[in-house]
């Protein structure tokens, strides 16, 4: 099999199905099995919250496109989360990054911290702020990057380097990147996880998640958990996001160039006062980025002089972008992360600037992402 991700998107764990010779994947809408006797069950097949062929197919194609050995594929991102740190002890103490998807924060600090997980926030850019969090030991070091939604490029290799040192497994939440901007287990990390709601199904119609690794004993305990807990996606899910990691590569590259055009219109703007963006030579990230990334990506987030008031009044009229939730569709979004994904940071002293605002860059012709975007600052300026 090729190496290449454009092939590998559409062939991997998807060999033409043997009775008809179907290219696609069947959707193999069953609970259950008919077993050849007592115990005789066909290739493993007992139960369907246990295994399903259409599952098996996207958890195999997602393995290849990581570089990695196991995929295990949950029903949503934060469900792949949970099941990643169920995989965990109790007490167990875990070093994230501090600009993390509010619902990563949500589950961390409301469901696993009372329940006797330890969670410490750092900037996981700043080597030296690694360096010292980690003599205190932790057992993951969780690596968001780019962040969501200040767009923080995270040293992968640099980080696996000194969390190896103590012991610590790396996870890498990828979302932000997708598989074809970024290898995190290429880096060293030990587990990358995404949101396949987000880039990878790519179309805006269906939840779901993952977690890839090629470490044995830890994938043999993820697939335990997501039978035992039961929070698996449906068939249909599986094949949606399989068909959407088909087209992964192409649309991946008319995100990255919408956003580079969107980028160079924000930064010559009067209205804006900071453009966050890796692409970007003077982003803090930038060299990192360009050493570990194949491209930017689609997400940009900016600042507009004026406050609240000026980023609720650019989210009055957006033209072709949609206001709302998620990411990664072929549709532009765009939305105000401190009132919408990150509101659950309230009070936790990582809240997101209330002058910013998060855009998810689609794949519209360009010309009417612009068009948008300068409805948006026009309506800011009247506002400021």
């Known amino acids: 099999m090729s190496n290449h991700i454009e092939t590998l998107a559409i062939h991997a764990g998807q060999e033409p199905e043997p009775i008809t010779g179907s290219v696609n994947v069947p959707i193999f809408q069953t ?20 295994i399903n062929p259409t599952r098996t197919a996207l958890q195999q194609c997602l393995a290849a496109l990581e570089g990695g050995r196991h995929g295990v594929a949950f029903s949503s991102g934060m469900a792949a989360i949970s099941g990643l740190m169920g995989a965990f002890g109790p007490m167990t103490r875990v070093l994230a990054m501090n600009d993390v998807y509010g619902g990563t924060y949500r589950l961390f600090s409301k469901v696993l911290e009372p329940q006797g997980h330890a969670f410490e926030y750092a900037d996981l850019t700043d080597l030296e702020a690694v360096e010292q969090a980690i003599t205190r030991r932790p057992a993951i070091v969780w690596v968001e990057t780019p962040t969501n939604p200040l767009l923080k490029v995270v040293d992968i290799a640099a980080v696996v380097e000194r969390a190896h040192a103590v012991g610590a497994k790396v996870v890498v939440d990828s979302t932000f990147a997708s598989p074809y901007l970024q290898s995190p287990l290429a880096l060293g ?42 929070s698996v996606p449906a068939p249909f899910d599986c094949f949606l996001t399989l068909r959407g990691a088909k087209t992964l590569a192409i649309r991946m590259r008319e995100h990255c160039a919408n956003a580079a055009r969107i980028v160079e219109h924000l930064v010559a703007s009067p209205v804006v006062s900071h453009v966050l963006y890796p692409g970007l030579e003077s982003d803090p990230g930038h060299a990192v980025a360009a050493r570990q990334m194949r491209g930017f990506g689609g997400m940009i987030s900016f600042r507009v002089h004026g406050g609240r008031a000026a980023a609720d009044r650019a989210l009055l009229d957006t033209g072709v972008w949609s206001l709302g939730e998620s990411l990664g569709g072929v549709e532009s979004l765009v939305e105000h992360p401190g009132a919408m994904t990150h509101a659950s940071l309230d009070g936790s002293g990582f809240e997101v600037p209330d002058d910013l605002i998060r855009l998810s860059a689609g794949i519209e012709h360009v010309d009417d992402l612009l068009e948008g975007v300068e409805r948006m600052l026009a309506g800011a300026a009247r506002a400021s």
């Open 31 to 50: 609970s259950t099995y008919v077993q050849d006797g007592v115990g005789g069950m066909r290739n493993g097949h007992d139960y369907s919250r246990t």
């Open 189 to 230: 990390a030990d587990v990358v996880v995404h949101s396949t709601t987000k880039y990878i199904g790519g179309h805006s119609d269906v939840v779901g998640g993952i977690a890839v690794t090629s470490d044995d004993a830890l994938a043999e305990r993820l697939v335990f958990l997501q039978n035992a807990i039961g």
